[in-house]
């Protein structure tokens, strides 16, 4: 039997088989489940260098947990969930113990550098506490801001009055916490050059002219939520160098 004989998936019983959907995937050149076992395939031989595996005990808790996620309560509600899915319970701890691996990996390559990166890119992880109010035309905006400059009126009523955001006119035009990766680089520069208080802009974006009030400057620090990031940032980076050295043959082209 050839691949183009194997059905892979059927829609409104129309059949499409494996061939096609492997041809398709290699003109796209791009293929999600080959991608994720390659990278399986990849996290599991650095871990046998890196002495890295899932004990019997974190396994057991990781189904334990899997298994409350899902609602599974008893052995036959798990039993019956497996046969649903059509996966047996080897299936299952495969999965979870790549996980655990996965997870176990990226506090190992992480160890060490996360204050280094918070040193050298310190600037990216500043933020600010934001309100804007938006118009759609550049002379209405300008007046509004000379209101705001040479009267005194209150940046937040006039967003509560004037604004075309909806999802922030209520609220005075307050946005929250706005990363400085998060702005365009004009209005990057004239927020974290300002000091709080201040009223910026216009900007022009797809919604309109913008004027941005500076509420609050928030000095960058390693929280918690930051150290879980840079830990994805250090994995990912660490994850594309072992593909990018990786030699990968995809052989089942072959058989197209």
């Known amino acids: 039997m050839t691949l183009h004989e194997i059905p892979a998936f059927r829609v409104n019983g129309q059949e499409i088989s494996l061939g096609k959907v492997l041809k398709l995937a290699r003109i796209r050149n791009s293929f999600p489940a080959l991608d994720e076992e390659i990278e399986q395939v990849l996290l599991n031989q650095a871990a046998r260098e890196l002495g890295i595996e899932a004990t019997d005990e974190e396994l057991q808790a990781a189904v334990d947990e899997f298994r409350l996620h899902q609602g599974l309560y008893s052995a036959v509600d798990t039993t019956a969930w497996l046969e649903r899915t059509g996966i047996d319970l080897d299936d299952l701890e495969d999965l979870l113990a790549a996980r655990i691996i996965g997870y176990k990996i990226r506090e190992t390559v992480a160890r060490g550098g996360v204050e280094k990166y918070f040193t050298e890119n310190i600037l990216s992880f500043e933020?600010?506490?934001?309100?804007?109010?938006?118009?759609?035309?550049?002379?209405?905006?300008?007046?509004?801001?000379?209101?705001?400059?040479?009267?005194?009126?209150?940046?937040?009523?006039?967003?509560?009055?004037?604004?075309?955001?909806?999802?922030t006119r209520l609220a005075g035009?307050?946005?929250?916490?706005?990363?400085?990766?998060?702005?365009?680089?004009?209005?990057?520069?004239?927020?974290?050059?300002?000091?709080?208080?201040?009223?910026?802009?216009?900007?022009?974006?797809?919604?309109?002219?913008?004027?941005?009030?500076?509420?609050?400057?928030?000095?960058?620090?390693?929280?918690?939520?930051?150290?879980?990031n840079i830990k994805d940032i250090l994995y990912g980076q660490w994850l594309a160098n072992q593909r990018r050295k990786a030699t990968v043959e995809v052989t089942v082209w072959s058989h197209l």
């Open 173 to 228: 035009g307050f946005m929250g916490s706005v990363a400085r990766s998060a702005l365009d680089p004009e209005a990057e520069a004239a927020v974290f050059g300002a000091s709080a208080g201040e009223v910026v802009g216009p900007f022009k974006t797809d919604l309109g002219y913008h004027l941005i009030k500076i509420e609050k400057l928030d000095k960058p620090a390693l929280t918690d939520n930051t150290i879980e």
């Open 127 to 167: 933020s600010a506490l934001l309100s804007h109010l938006v118009m759609a035309e550049e002379g209405e905006i300008r007046e509004l801001k000379c209101e705001i400059a040479e009267e005194g009126a209150d940046f937040n009523r006039l967003a509560r009055e004037y604004s075309i955001d909806e999802t």
